[in-house]
């Protein structure tokens, strides 16, 4: 892993430098906060090891917690002399994925690292959707298929949109008239087929596999062809 180390004592600092190497680990070092901050902000790196206390204006629980506040979700494991309950509980609360007071034994800090790079990542919100050749671009607002560019309208991107998170899905005629309409009632018309007919159109027409596809008697589903 790359693994950003913030510490300000240097005894310290090149001894867990050092023990995390010979673990075969790749270690930058940032001697106070504001330089780890910029360092932690501006490049990637697989965790952060920092000390609680920090010179240069920016401490770990500052440092931390300006990252989160950006969306960084890197693990953070604290080093800290402060060994209080409430000193653990702020860091932790901060941002922080463990926290590992001082003195320690550079075994067991190798171990919390470890533990902590085993953790399932959270992953971002998806930004795109794919059935398929077909995309939605969430962002952009654009949806494509096969590389060939598609317009539609706000109306039919929600109706598509929705359909897309539930592919492979039967989506009903009222999941469709709360969802895409915000109608918490039937209003007893043919809007939602007038809809399906046009995205069909300008999704599948020119294609040989259709991706919208009617389930008598439920609704709609899009899936690709097997």
Known sequence: MRILLVEDDAEVARFVKKGLQEAGHTVEHAPNGRDGLFLAASEQFDMLVLDRMLPGGVDGVRLVETLRSQGNRTPVLFLSALSAVDERVKGLKAGGDDYLTKPFAFAELLARVEALARRPSVDAPATRLRVADLELDLLSRNVSRAG???????????????????????????????????????????????????????????????????????????????
Request: without cysteine.
């Open 148 to 226: 060939k560019r598609i317009d539609v309208q706000p109306r039919e991107f929600r109706l598509l949109e929705h359909l897309m998170r539930h592919a492979g899905q039967v989506v009903t005629r009222t999941m469709l008239l709360e969802k895409v309409w915000d109608y918490h009632f039937d209003p007893q018309t043919n809007v939602i087929d007038v809809h399906v007919s046009r995205l069909r159109q300008k999704l599948d027409k020119g294609f040989d596999k259709p991706l919208i596809h009617t389930v008598r008697n439920a609704g709609y589903m899009i899936r690709a062809e097997p």
